[in-house]
Nanobody, 115 residues
Framework: QVQLVESGGGLVQPGGSLRLSCKAY????????MSWYRQAPGKEREFVAS????????NYADSTKGRFTISRDNAANTVYLQMNSLKAEDTAVYYC????????WGQGTQVTVSS
């Protein structure tokens, strides 16, 4: 079945950077719109960024615009999220989401921003 596998999370100090990856298996990745969402403790899952199948259009939540960059490599079936200038409020589990016909989610990767 379809699998989306996130990696790259961890502990980082405020102001630091992390790069998340999400690799797709058994999925028509190059036809799919891909997104990143996040869920902080006690809060609902929220949209972070999205990218169209060709990578031609990206969208960002207001809270991440200018600090985060979403990109994709269709040859590698992988979508990335480069996160710079990280803040404590970016602490959350980050999920990869793929949309092609139906929606698929990854298992999530923890990002903790703390000194």
């Amino acid at each position: 079945q379809v699998q989306l596998v996130e990696s790259g999370g961890g502990l980082v100090q405020p102001g630091g950077s992390l790069r998340l990856s999400c690799k797709a298996y058994r999925f028509a990745f190059s036809n799919a719109a891909m997104s990143w969402y996040r869920q902080a403790p006690g809060k609902e899952r929220e949209f972070v960024a999205s990218i169209t199948s060709t990578g031609g259009t990206t969208n960002y939540a207001d809270s991440t615009k200018g600090r985060f960059t979403i990109s994709r490599d269709n040859a590698a079936n992988t979508v990335y999220l480069q996160m710079n200038s990280l803040k404590a409020e970016d602490t959350a589990v980050y999920y990869c989401r793929g949309l092609y016909g139906s929606v698929h989610w990854g298992q999530g990767t923890q990002v903790t921003v703390s000194s």
